[in-house]
């Protein structure tokens, strides 16, 4: 049985894990450099500005705090700080925000009966139609395998529709496996990238490779700082700064509190620097507004809400508008001492919509499922940017943002609205946009992080 302290000296000198983010660095153009050499630099650079704060951090850690771990990405340390020490940071003037290390719990999906029977009925799962994902496939080229990023509850690699798809992985929790215990991470893959193995085909982008990132365990649980540590990994997965292996689109069937606003502010701003696809669902709150939650919420972050197979936005489903704070003053305001100021925004969320109700994909063991959810939507919307990308592998975030919101077709309210986005993603236009426009070179084009959000 847990006891509370019986003495002031007891409450001093317990512990909390808290993420501690520093105020942003100088930022440092890097334009015309390969992008593997751009991230190896500024890896380097953030690096050891993280580590000289670490130095006065450490000064103001006393009894059992210290530093756990730092994330270049997030420009943040983990740190296990008591009372005390917590109260002597939050004074620095070097250090932007606290956070406590939060617990993170996937949305449970809804699980529908009406499974087996539909198996090899249909060519395609309704949400392969609706979205025009057959049309799409005919005009790429299949022998292009775009890579796709997964941050979820690991994967079956055995299953019929996935095997030898995962040329990466991780495991970021006990298990030591990127073995999928809890199913969901199987499924979102299935939609991705998935067969036809079972006589009905799953997914958006079937010769898509994959990066899997595990964070949940099999009780879909995790934490804020195993989160950013999966999210900086998958920027450079083999570690070598000399191979660009990482994904360019990264699929987040996952979410926290729709007020949780500086969590991953940093690291949505860095995988868009390096064009990194920040596809996020919009969450399962429900039909109130202001809902979707974080990290689809930020105007950094490309939400997915969920449609049924009639095209109706799903009760489930996430709504806006997203209350945001967008810094104002010039970074020269900032440096020479100014308070750092910060005007809200209302954003209207979320960017996209796709099919999320009674998705068919892949369960672990061989078998499969229907699951509900934006957690559902959320990989059809990844697979479309990987087929955009195989057409045309230069494309930036921005334009892929633009051309999967201008080919949709609009729902509910005209323009983009607060329920269904810009509408219903089209594959087959996307990728069409995507032929059309011109390929890119290679050399990195930077952008300052400070004009992101």
Excluded: C
């Excluded at 580590?51 to 850690?61: H, M, P, S, Y």
């Excluded at 009372?83 to 070097?94: I, T």
């Excluded at 799962?125 to 609706?130: F, Q, R």
């Excluded at 095997?163 to 990127?178: K, N, P, Y």
């Amino acid at each position: 049985m847990n006891q509370r302290p019986s003495s002031k000296s007891q409450l001093t000198n317990e512990t909390k894990d808290v993420i501690v983010y520093f105020k942003d660095p100088q930022f440092h153009d890097r334009s015309g450099l390969l992008r593997s050499h751009a991230l190896e630099e500024e890896q380097t650079y953030v690096t050891s500005e993280i580590a000289i704060n670490n130095v006065g951090l450490r000064k103001d850690l006393d009894g059992n705090s210290k530093v756990i771990d730092s994330f270049w990405s997030s420009n943040a340390s983990f740190v296990r700080v008591d009372r005390a020490s917590l109260k002597r940071l939050a004074k620095r003037d070097d250090i932007k925000g606290i956070l406590a290390n939060e617990i993170i719990s996937l949305d449970v999906p809804i699980v529908s009966n009406a499974t087996k029977a539909s198996l090899g009925e249909d060519e395609n799962t309704y949400g392969l139609d609706l979205i025009h994902a057959p049309q799409a496939w005919e005009k790429v080229d299949k022998r292009i395998a775009p890579v796709v990023g997964i941050i979820d509850s690991g994967i079956d690699q055995t299953h019929p529709d996935l095997l030898d798809r995962v040329i990466a992985g991780q495991d970021f929790t006990s298990d030591g496996t990127i073995d999928d215990r809890n199913s969901h991470g199987t499924h979102v893959a299935g939609t991705i990238a998935g067969g036809n193995r079972s006589g009905t085909a799953i997914g958006v982008a079937p010769n898509a490779k994959l990066v899997i990132g595990k964070i949940f365990d099999d009780r879909g649980s995790t934490d804020l700082a195993t989160i950013l540590r999966a999210m900086e990994w998958i920027m450079n997965p083999d570690g070598d700064p000399n191979t660009d292996d990482a994904p360019r689109v990264v699929s987040n069937s996952w979410g926290a509190s729709s007020q949780f606003i500086l969590g991953f502010r940093n690291i949505v701003k860095t995988w868009r620097r390096f064009n990194i696809f920040p596809s996020f669902a919009a969450g399962n709150s429900g039909s109130g507004w202001m809902t979707t939650g974080a990290p689809g919420r930020y105007p950094t972050a490309f939400a997915v809400g969920a449609l049924d197979s009639k095209q109706v936005v799903t009760s489930f489903s996430s709504r806006g508008p997203s209350f945001w704070f967008k810094a104002w003053g010039t970074r020269e305001d900032r440096e020479m001492g100014w308070f750092e100021r910060w005007t809200p925004r209302l954003y209207t969320k979320p960017d996209i919509a796709a099919p999320g109700l009674d998705v068919l994909s892949s369960l672990p063991g061989g078998s499969y499922g229907r699951y509900s959810g934006t957690s559902m939507a959320t990989p059809h919307i990844t697979g479309v940017v990987a087929l955009a990308l195989s057409a045309n592998p230069g494309l930036s975030v921005d334009q892929l943002e633009h051309i999967i919101e201008s080919t949709a077709v609009d729902l509910g309210k005209s323009g983009h609205d607060n329920a269904y986005g810009n509408g219903l993603v089209q594959a087959d236009k996307v990728v069409e946009a995507a032929l059309a426009l011109p390929n890119q070179s290679k050399a990195f084009t930077d952008t300052n992080p400070d004009s992101m959000d």
